[in-house]
């Protein structure tokens, strides 16, 4: 059984950085497409970023390129999302996402969430 446990999260002013980990187990890292989704308040949940170890590709949606890095410790199983010169809107309870095949299919595990909250 896959399972997530995201971390990281709380209250950074604008301009600041926070780093979220989360923790996997149940799968290997070369086999799944692992990433992070956000949902903001009153929004729908989006993708921020995707990664497969197995092709190196990786996937940032265009508001958080050159600020957000997405990468993995395989010894520790774990997945980090370091998030610099954060902005108010990327306050959102971020999640953490493991799939065999692509980052937000049907197949898709979710971690339990984080809240990331960035005042201006």
């Known amino acids: 059984e896959v399972q997530l446990q995201a971390s990281g999260g709380g209250l950074v002013q604008a301009g600041g950085s926070l780093r979220l980990s989360c923790v996997a187990s149940?799968?290997?890292?070369?086999?799944?497409?692992i990433g992070w989704f956000r949902q903001a308040p009153g929004k729908e949940r989006e993708g921020v970023v995707c990664?497969?170890?197995?092709?190196?590709?990786?996937y940032y949606i265009d508001s958080v390129k050159g600020r957000f890095f997405i990468s993995t410790d395989n010894v520790r199983n774990t997945v980090y999302l370091q998030m610099n010169s954060l902005k108010p809107e990327d306050t959102a309870v971020y999640y953490c996402?493991?799939?065999?095949?692509?980052?937000?299919?049907?197949?898709?595990?979710w971690g339990q969430g984080t809240l990331v909250t960035v005042s201006s």
């Open positions: 996402v493991a799939d065999p095949a692509a980052c937000g299919s049907p197949s898709t595990s």
């Open positions: 149940g799968f290997t890292f070369d086999d799944y497409a």
């Open positions: 990664t497969t170890n197995s092709d190196g590709y990786t």
